[in-house]
């Protein structure tokens, strides 16, 4: 009935989670990044509760660093998503758990600068949403909307 501070894995340098799901009590990603070195170039970090303790849990970068993740949806143990960005291509970047590793999976970019925040999995489907947003021709942001089925 009151939260409490659930150790999770220390890093060497800074990182952050900015997203989280759980499919159940045994099976709960978080998603962010994570500083690799002192200079402060990011990488993709992935959580997993396994319904005792929290581990890091190897996750692809496709750009040269600056590699963000922002949102997590989960269908099954065997069907988990998270989306983010590549910073250094300025891309959505979207990778695709399916129950031994996370894979990179190409995703829509409508302009040279693209960012997703958040994903959601439809009940009892293999469908997704996701949103963020991107910068169009005149500089303005405008939104971004994806679907997956």
Not at 6 to 24: D, E, Q, R
Not at 46 to 59: D, F, L, P, Q
Not at 108 to 115: K, L, M, R, T, V
Not at 126 to 134: C, E, K, M, N, Q
Request: charged residues 5%; contains cysteine.
């Amino acid at each position: 009935t009151a939260w409490k501070i659930v150790k999770s894995p220390t890093p060497l340098h800074s990182a952050s989670l900015s997203g989280i799901v759980g499919s159940s009590a045994n099976d709960v990603w978080a998603a962010g990044l994570i500083a690799i070195n002192k200079t402060r170039t990011f990488n993709t970090l992935i959580e997993h509760w396994n319904g005792t303790a929290w581990s890091t849990v190897s996750s692809p970068n496709p750009g040269s660093g600056n590699d963000q993740l922002s949102g997590v949806a989960a269908i099954s143990t065997n069907n988990a998503w998270v989306v983010g960005y590549d910073n250094n291509n300025g891309t959505t970047l979207i990778e695709q758990w399916n129950g031994t590793s996370w894979s990179v999976v190409s995703s829509p970019n409508p302009s040279s600068i693209a960012f997703l925040s958040a994903v959601t999995s439809i009940k009892n489907t293999t469908s997704l949403w996701t949103v963020g947003y991107f910068f169009n021709s005149q500089g303005a942001t405008q939104t971004l909307t994806e679907f997956y089925c």
